[in-house]
């Protein structure tokens, strides 16, 4: 479990998937040789096999007495098209608990955006129906965002709608927010669009220090040294692309803790420029 220290703030990894594999169905241009032109992606974020190592994890955010889990995940029981992710049984909440955090203890959830990875462990299975799955929590979404999905669902990986968004808003634990929503006085969203119409990032300042939270505004360190390899799953590819170079640019040698939210490893580093381009320094 990986932990780091804001000001304040403190921030925990939950992982509930890490592996290493082809990412060329997520990220075309990551060939295995690619990748392996890039020599600072090693030994974190490129396997020994050449393959990139991907990380699907949450965010605990601890503010102001304020426990913020950012994004939830693929979750367990959910029917997807994807082997990894299809009825998974794993053991997520558990680890909250054991960490301290049980479910009932959670007071908000924040999507950055609503794609199956980041909403899953929003609901649970009980006795044949969804429910939410931290019930005393609100759950922070931007109005943009749910209603471009509300307007294209078959677009998702799977019933994501029906399993994991619906049910939390029919419940009436939705807070509808804006892009640049202030959380606590330490967590504010910051609008990152183009990987989905209303994505947000998380931003954390406390005591003069500061982090921010990826979100899928970069799904891999490498578009650190590439900014212009997009996802295959971008909405809008050039406003991604628009958005990852300014994020990169802001942060570029300055204190800035940058929490990738599926980077593996250490995660988190600092974005150091590096020739015509970046790379994060871990």
């Given at each position: 479990m990986q932990q780091w220290k804001i000001g304040d703030v403190t921030i925990t990894k939950f992982v509930e998937i890490e592996m290493a594999s082809s990412a060329t169905w997520l990220l075309p241009k990551a060939t295995n040789e690619a990748l392996e032109a890039i020599p600072w992606l090693?030994?974190?974020?490129?396997?020994?096999?050449?393959?990139?190592?991907?990380?699907?994890?949450s965010?605990?955010?601890?503010?102001?007495?304020?426990?913020?889990?950012v994004d939830t995940c693929v979750g367990n029981d959910k029917v997807r098209p994807m082997k990894a992710w299809d009825r998974r049984q794993g053991s997520f909440l558990r680890d909250l608990e054991e960490a301290g955090h049980p479910a009932p203890a959670i007071d908000t959830v924040l999507c950055t955006h609503l794609h199956v990875d980041h909403v899953g462990w929003n609901t649970r299975l009980e006795n044949g129906r969804w429910v939410p799955t931290f019930a005393?929590?609100?759950?922070?979404?931007?109005?943009?965002?749910?209603?471009?999905?509300?307007?294209?669902?078959?677009k998702q990986l799977g019933d994501v709608m029906g399993d994991s968004v619906e049910p939390v808003l029919e419940a009436g634990r939705v807070d509808f927010v804006d892009e640049r929503h202030v959380v606590t006085s330490e967590v504010q969203l910051e609008p990152t669009p183009g990987h989905t119409p209303g994505h947000v990032s998380v931003h954390i300042r406390s005591r003069g220090e500061e982090a921010l939270i990826t979100g899928d505004l970069m799904h891999h360190p490498v578009q650190c040294a590439h900014p212009e390899w997009g996802a295959s799953v971008d909405v809008d590819p050039g406003q991604a692309e628009k958005t990852r170079r300014e994020f990169l640019a802001r942060c570029a040698d300055r204190p800035v803790l940058v929490i990738g939210t599926?980077?593996?490893?250490?995660?988190?580093?600092?974005?150091?420029?590096d020739g015509d381009a970046f790379r994060l320094a871990v």
């Open positions: 090693r030994p974190h974020f490129v396997a020994e096999t050449g393959d990139p190592v991907l990380s699907i994890h965010l605990l955010v601890e503010s102001e007495g304020r426990r913020i889990l005393n929590a609100r759950y922070l979404w931007n109005r943009v965002e749910y209603e471009y999905w509300s307007a294209n669902p078959e599926h980077f593996a490893g250490p995660t988190a580093g600092r974005i150091v420029r």
